[in-house]
Structure formats: C-alpha cells, structure tokens
C-alpha cells in the first residue's frame, strides 16, 4: 500500500499528467507569412496580447481565446498551418497594415478600416461598456461622453471613432483595455470605454473597487476576422471555411465556450498547481470513506433499479405519444403558410425556422440555426427584440408589435408580430410568428393621405365641410365648418347640430327653395348663399356647395356632402368699396362745384371791383340827395354780393387766408358766449376739452364760422331743445381709416366732434349736405351755403370733415385738422393807413380784365402818379423793357392769358433791380402756389377791393424804406 504523501504525489503526477494532454499547443510562434510546414502553407495570425476572451497571453507565454480556437479550427478545415504572434495591438496593426508581417488579425468593421484592410465576413455584434468612478456622474447616451476625458485602447476602434466624432475634451489612448480600467481607477480621466465581454470578466485585473460599470452598452458594431490587402486568395478560403464551421456547428461550439463562460480556462489549472499537494490528500481521505459509503449504495441501487425498470416501461409509452405528438408539431410548424421561428428566450438564437419563414428572409434553416435576429440583420431597430422580451417578461406573451424587418437582400417590409414563450427541453424559448402588413399599411397611409390631401385642400382654400343626412336631419361638420360659426370641435358632441338655429329667418325659404330645386333636378348642383347666426351673434356670410351621395327609396336625396366658405369678409369688403366709390364720386363732384364755384366768384368779384370802384367815384362827383342815397344803395349791394362770393370761394377752397397757429380750446373758449346767443337757452351746450390738445394751423376767422355754422345746423335740428356737446382730442389716422375715407391723410391730428341730440339726418340728405345751395329748409329760410363753407374751410385746411347720423338718434359732425408742433401765433391787425397823395412816382400797372383794367388805372393816374398802364402783359413787358426812366412799382394782376404776373415780374427786375411788386388777385396765395411761383415775400391784394385800399397799399410800399424790389418785400398777415 502507498503511503499518504506518496499518494498525493501520485494522484499530482497523474492529473499534471492528464492536464497537459488536454491543453492545445498554444505558444506563440516567430514563423513569418506564407512559409510552408511540410506540404501545408503558414498563415500568421496577429493580434492583441490582452483582449480577453478573444486572445491573450498567460504566464507561460501562451496563447488562448475565440479566435486561437477559430483560427485552428479554420486550418484543420481548409488544410493550413496558424502560427501566432500576440503583443501590443498599435504594433499588430502596424505589421498588418503596413510592414507586412502578419497576415490575418481581427477588427471591429468602420469605413476607415475598409480602405486598409479586407473583412471576412464577420461572426459577432459587440458594443463598448462605459466606466466611472463611484458616485461620479453617470453615463446614459453617447451624448453624456461630450466634453469628457476618455480612456481607450490606442488605435482601437473606440479611438478613431471618438476622434472623429469631435465631441470629446481629450481621447487618453493606452496600451491594453486592462490598463484602461488601471489609469481610470487611479485617478486619470473622467471615464474608461472598454469592450462589454472582457468588461465583465471577474479577473483581478479587471477588478478595482472604486469602479462601476455605467449605463447600457454603446458603439455597437460587426466584429469578425481581416486579411491584409492583396490577399483576394485568403480571404475567400476564410469565408468558405467560416462558412463550414457555422454549417458543422463548430462555430456555435467556440461562441459558446469563450462567450458564455464566466471565467478563462486556465484558472482551474493554476488553481491546481498551486494547491494540489493538499488538495490530493484531502481526497484520499475522501476516497476512502466513499468506498464504504459506495458498498451500501450499491445494494441500495440494485433494490432501485428493479423499481425503475417498472417506471422506464411507462416512460416509453408516454415518451412515443410525445414524439407523436412532436411529429406533428413539427409538421405543421414546418409546412405552415405564416412565418414562424423558435429561438432561446436567453440569448435570441434561432432553434427552427419554417418554409414560410426560410422563403420570406431568404436565409435557409441551417443559416439561421445558432444564429439570433441581430447576427442575421432582421431587425431594422436592433431595440425592437428588448420590446419582445420586456413584453414575454411582463405578460407572458406579445401581441400585434408593429416592427419593420430586414430581409437577406437588405429589402425591408412591416411585420406584425406575436410571440409566446414555450418550454423545448428544460428552456425557455419563444415561438414568433410574422405576418406581413406592408400592403396593408401601403394602402392603410394612400387612403389617409389621400383623406387628408383632399380635407388640406379644401381647409388650406378656407373651406368647410359638411355631411348632411336628410331622413335624420342631422348635420356633421369639419372642424373648419365649426371655426366659421365661433364653435370648437366638442361643443356638439356626437349628436345632431342645430342647424337651422343657425340659418338667418330672412334667407331660410332661399336656401330651401335652391335644395329643392336640386333634389328635384333642376340644378346639376347644391348651392346657395345665406347669413349664419355665428356664436357671438354675429353674423355669417357663407356659400354652400354641396353633392348627393345617396338616394332613398322614392329617389329623394338621403345624404348631401359638400363645402361651405366664409363669405363675410369678401362682401364686407365689396361693401367698403361701394362706400368708397360714393365718397369718391361725392368728392369728385364736390371738387368740380368747388372749381366751378370758384371761378364763378373770381370773376364775378373782377366785375364787382369794377361797379365798387365807380360807385366811389360818383361819390365824389356832384349828385343830389337822392342819386347819393341810390348810390349808396349800389355800394351796400356790392358788399352783399361780395359777401356771396366770400362764401362761394371759401367751398371751393379759394378764399384769401390768414394763417395762423390756433388752440381750438381757445377758439372754443373765446366763442362760448356768442355761441349761447347764437343757438338759444333751450339748447345746453357741453364742452368736453381734451387737456393737452395739439395746435394747428388754420385761418382763425374761419375755424370760426365752420364752429358757428356746425352750432347752427345743429340748433336747427333740435327744435324742441336738447344738448350740443363739443369734444376736442388728439388722434391719430392710420392707413385702415384713411383707406377707408377718401380725402383723409395718415398721421396726427386734432378732431373736434360736435354731437346734438335733434332729430337726425336722412341718409340721402347725408350724400348732398355738403353742396352749395343744397337746404332742407322752406323757401327763404337758407342759402344752403352754411355746411357747404364749413367742407371748403376744412379741405382747404388739409382737414377731413365726416357725419354720423340715424334718423330720430341725433347726428355727430367731426372735423379733423392736421396737428402741428409749433406755439400759437400772436393775431396782429393790419388796419390800412388812410390814403394820401404820394411822391411823384411811376406806376406799371398791368391787369387782364378789361372793365378793371379801365377803372383802377384811371384811379392810379388820378391819384399823380405817372402811369404806365396794359390789359396786355406782353405789351406791358415791351413797354417796361422801352421806358427810358425809372419804374418805381408794379401792379399786376397774377394769373393772365399768356404770361402770368411773376414772369413779367421776373422779365422786367433783370433790367429794374429796385423796382417795387404788387400782385393782385380774386385767388388765395396758397391756390396761387399751385399755379404759378410767386417771388419769396411778395405783397398780395385780394380781390375785390376798392380803389381808396388799392391807393393805400401803393402809397404803403412806396413810403417803406426797408423794401427792395428783389423779392425781399415783407408779407402782410392778409396773404
């Protein structure tokens, strides 16, 4: 018998001994590319010396991992001999890719990568796993690494990508994925990317308690061998035998021993070797014991054995009804019409597939066996596969998931998907079958696209629409419909609308008449226009249109679809515009009266200055106490008429001015007591003053008689009495308004509104009121010249004048006059001096009208002064340009046939530099403005005027020092 130690030395010796029997030759090797062991060639296998479980170095120096074994297996298969050599993966790459030494390693697949080097076809999907620090931040997402110091592996697939992508603070590149975790637990950089299989691994080294692993795996990619370029011979002898190693099975034999295992294969033997001394003697002890136990078990297991024998002949009963029974699943599942997998719950590798399945994918049964969804391609979202385990989890199966799937040729269709999970063999797997719905969905989207095409068009164009069902008389409408009346899609429910609510009571005998006359045949189409009682009250303009699209049994329309369009705006704005069009009709004409007007009282003011000028001079003749008592009644006439053609030039906007800077406050304050005379104590008046009201500039006098005449009209319209208010305010006119009434203009003015509460005005009166000689009033009662003056005042103000009046509730006239930003102006009075004999002098005087032109240059040469007189102002320019003396004055008439006063004016300062000016003229000078220019500060006599203010404003120049006849001449306020 041997001894104890002897034992245990004897049981070291024999399990040493099996050991090394079982471990495969694994040392790497110096042999170079191609060279030939025997009649078999070389290939040189390079690689990383630390990237675990695919290939590292132990201790001894040996090589191990996946693609040891694969690149072994692949030489037994396709007749070649491996040799390895593992270091530094920046040095491997460099004798792959560039000195030649090596001819076959292993990368992650990138673009980059294609350029350099030839992929065999590749066998595995593997992402990188983030790490950090205890309690330090955390990484979700790919975006959490912006801006962070990353540690990788140097020239590894992390690096390149990381440094193309731009977003990291620095990419820290290390020799090993160890060392990764090594430099990250002692402190350098923010966080370590290593890949996800080795990141698990409980080796000490890759062990370091102040780490974690953070988030879910990121940077998936294709993993699998690569030949160096140049080599097309190689690689198709790789991919055909990669190709026969996963047709065999081997393949999944490798994936399986180095994926799946926790823990690399020599552990155990290290484990051994260090311990088996002890350990041997432990079991010879246990040997021993075990003998004994092992008698008594034996007569136990023969007493079992007979038991079993009864229980095995069941077994194999109910055994061959299972396989009977799995026969015929199999069969069905094979030759089923609907696509069916079976793959492990675990790890999503494919078990079976059937017919339908294999037709379909374009993948046989023996490619997709040990191959899962994600390897193949299949899922066009690889998180789609999480979505069928999480609902299998949380309810035991997954019902109608709606995912898009890949097939071999990388064409892709939607398939809906149910999956339950079954037990094959102790496993949980899961039976998925697929149905394709693409056409489904292709014509599922066409006729919702083209549903919402056509409801885009018609609600895009501002069109409802409607579905009207006649037998219920209830009325379904579109959202736009809905809009149009003030509604929101839910104000209804699903129940009938009340429609003919809506419809006006004027239009509802109308709208029914045109659908009769539709459903009767009468119209190819439904259609009609009406008012709609929208929710705010208001009302709706619409256009129906609509079509039948069913019939009842006697043939009547049963349902009715069509469109509905908001009219409102459109006959609103065809409204404005007739409105404009009157205003503008209105002011065409009123400026034509105007002009007529005007030129009327121009030259009936010539003839009135001629008859004024005569009658003074038979004053002054010898005449009897009855012939001076006629002739003063000749005299008083002509004021009167004069007085007639104030107010005839004033509405056609011609009449003489003296501009001035006012406050109508003031104007309003300084009248308030002759406007009580004026309108009576049974009409109480109201002053609403707006407190800092702008200025403007207008002639004082005539804001007056505009404030007078409007009190006025306003008196008379309240008969009984009642209330006049006044208001004044600063406004603005926008573009809106003045679009909207012709004559006014954009910008800041003042308004003053004058509001009674008589009787109102007639809307036709409205549209004339403004005419001269237009009165309501009895025979004598009026001229019809009071409004018509205040509308010339204020047009030629620059203002805007509009009323608004409703029969029985009163009338608001509001004037709107330019505001201007200037202080108010002091009013001087100019009375003229009397008139007496002046120097001798010569005076030009030049006048167009015959019977003044007689009168008033008599006049001058009556008065001693030496005249030089025409009615003709060609003539009087040859006449100047002749006299050999001085022309101490002109006096010219402005506007002549042929050449106006400022051109002969002009012609004759050439030669007579100091010569003097006088214009007159029945016109304003700001209507002179527009028809001739008038030399800066010319003095302006207007028509008509008597020959005594003719003689005064002459004598007046001629005695003023400081005039100079070079325009210079100051203006009196009357201009």
């Not at 040799?83 to 030649?100: H, K, N």
């Not at 095409?453 to 069902?469: I, M, N, Q, S, T």
């Not at 009767?520 to 699209?549: H, I, Y």
């Amino acid at each position: 018998m041997f001894g104890l130690p002897n034992l245990a030395k004897f049981a070291a010796g024999l399990v040493l001994v099996v050991a090394t029997c079982l471990l495969p030759e694994s040392r790497a090797d110096d042999a170079g590319p191609g060279t030939a062991v025997g009649d078999e060639p070389v290939v040189v296998f390079g690689s990383d010396h630390d990237f675990y479980p695919f290939e590292w170095l132990d201790e001894s120096g040996d090589a191990h991992g996946l693609n040891i074994d694969l690149m072994r297996a692949l030489g037994r298969e396709m007749g070649f001999q491996v040799r390895f050599r593992l270091g530094p993966w920046a040095a491997m790459r460099q004798g792959l890719e560039v000195d030649g030494t090596l001819d076959v390693s292993d990368m992650y697949h990138s673009e980059s990568r294609a350029r350099r080097v030839d992929f065999v076809e590749p066998y595995a999907i593997v992402w990188d796993q983030a790490w950090v620090r205890r309690d330090e931040r955390e990484i979700r997402s790919l975006d959490d690494l912006a801006g962070l110091r990353i540690l990788v592996q140097d020239k590894a697939y992390t690096q390149e990508f990381l440094e193309e992508w731009g977003r990291a603070a620095a990419v820290i590149g290390v020799e090993s994925e160890p060392m990764v975790l090594a430099e990250l637990a002692r402190g350098r950089g923010d966080v370590g990317l290593i890949t996800r299989i080795p990141a698990r691994q409980p080796f000490d080294r890759y062990r370091h308690d102040n780490l974690v692993p953070s988030g879910p795996p990121l940077l998936p990619r294709s993993y699998g061998l690569v030949v160096a370029k140049g080599r097309p011979e190689l690689l198709e002898m790789l991919n055909r035998g990669m190709a026969h190693l996963k047709a065999s099975g081997e393949m999944e034999a490798i994936e399986r021993k180095w994926l799946m295992e926790p823990d690399p294969p020599r552990r155990l033997f290290l484990f051994l070797e260090r311990y088996l001394s002890g350990v041997l003697t432990g079991i010879a002890l246990l040997l021993g014991i075990g003998l004994l136990i092992t008698i008594g078990l034996v007569r136990q297991t023969r007493r079992q054995a007979r038991e079993l024998a009864t229980e095995l002949g069941e077994r194999r009963r109910v055994e061959d009804a299972l396989r009977s029974s799995e026969h015929k699943f199999a069969t069905a599942f094979w030759s089923s019409p609907t696509m069916m997998a079976i793959s492990r719950l675990e790890d999503g590798r494919h078990i079976d597939v059937n017919q339908a399945w294999t037709r379909k994918f374009g993948f046989s049964r023996e490619e997709a066996q040990g191959r899962n969804a994600i390897e193949l391609g299949l899922y066009e979202n690889p998180q789609n596969r999480q979505r069928l385990v999480e609902a299998l989890t949380l309810e035991g199966r997954a019902s109608n998931l709606e995912i898009t799937v890949r097939t071999r040729t990388g064409d892709s269709f939607i398939a809906l998907l149910n999956a339950d999970l079954i037990d094959l063999g102790g496993e949980r797997c899961i039976l998925i079958t697929f149905t394709d719905i693409t056409d489904i969905r292709r014509w599922e989207r066409a006729l919702q696209d083209s549903e919402e095409r056509w409801k885009f068009a018609l609600e895009g164009a501002g069109e409802g629409v409607w579905d009207y069902d006649v037998a219920t008389d209830r009325l379904d409408a579109s959202p736009r419909f809905m809009e149009i009346l003030g509604y929101g899609p839910g104000d209804f429910g699903s129940g009938t609308m009340p429609w003919r609510d809506w419809v006006h009571p004027e239009d509802m005998a109308a709208m029914l008449r045109d659908f009769e006359d539709y459903a009767q045949g009468r119209s190819p189409l439904f259609q009609t226009s009406l008012r709609l009682r929208a929710r705010d009250g208001q009302e709706r303009w619409v256009n129906l249109r609509g079509k039948m699209v069913g019939r009842g049994s006697n043939g009547a329309p049963a349902r009715v679809i069509g469109t509905i369009v908001d009219d409102t705006k459109r006959r609103q704005e065809d409204q404005e515009r007739l409105s404009l069009e009157a205003q503008l009709q209105q002011s065409q004409k009123m400026e034509v009266v105007g002009q007529l007007a005007g030129g009327i009282a121009h030259d009936f003011n010539n003839q009135l200055t001629v008859v004024r000028g005569y009658c003074e001079l038979l004053q002054q003749e010898p005449l009897g106490e009855r012939g001076i008592a006629l002739l003063n009644e000749v005299v008083r006439a002509t004021e009167r008429a004069s007085g007639l053609t104030g107010k005839l030039l004033a509405f056609g906007r011609k009449q003489v001015r003296r501009l001035a800077v006012v406050n109508l406050n003031r104007v309003i304050q300084d009248m308030a007591g002759a406007l009580s005379l004026m309108i009576g104590e049974d009409v109480r008046i109201e002053v609403e003053a707006a407190n800092n009201l702008g200025n403007v500039r207008v002639d004082r006098s005539q804001i007056e008689q505009v404030i007078a005449n409007i009190a006025v009209n306003a008196r008379d319209a309240m008969a009984g009495g009642g209330r006049l208010t006044i208001r004044t305010r600063n406004i603005v006119l926008d573009e809106d308004y003045v679009r909207r009434h012709v004559g006014a203009s954009v910008g800041p003015h003042v308004m003053m509104a004058f509001q009674d509460t008589g009787i109102g005005i007639p809307e036709e009166t409205q549209r004339r009121m403004f005419e001269p000689f237009f009165t309501t009033k009895g025979e004598g009662q009026g001229s019809g010249l009071g409004l018509s003056i205040v509308y010339g005042i204020v047009r030629q103000s620059g203002g805007h004048i509009t009323v608004e009046s409703e029969v029985g509730r009163g009338a608001t006239f509001k004037v709107l006059l330019p505001r201007v930003y200037e202080h108010t102006t002091q009013e001087i009075e100019t009375v003229p001096p009397p008139p007496r004999r002046s120097e001798p002098a010569t005076v030009m005087f030049v006048e167009d009208d015959a019977s003044l032109f007689s009168l008033m240059s008599g006049v001058i040469e009556a008065a001693g002064y030496h005249t030089l007189a025409s009615s003709d102002p060609r003539e009087a320019c040859r006449i100047g340009l002749a006299h050999a003396g001085p022309i101490d004055l002109l006096v010219s008439d402005v506007v002549m046939p042929g050449m106006s006063g400022p051109q002969l004016a002009k012609a004759l300062m050439e030669q007579r530099p100091e010569m003097r000016i006088l214009f007159v003229s029945g016109y304003p000078k700001d209507v002179l403005d527009r028809q001739t220019v008038l030399p800066p500060g010319v003095r302006l006599l207007g028509k008509p005027f008597s020959p005594r203010e003719l003689l005064a404003e002459i004598q007046r120049i001629l005695e003023a020092r400081s005039t100079r006849g070079t325009g210079e001449i100051s203006v009196p306020p009357s201009d």
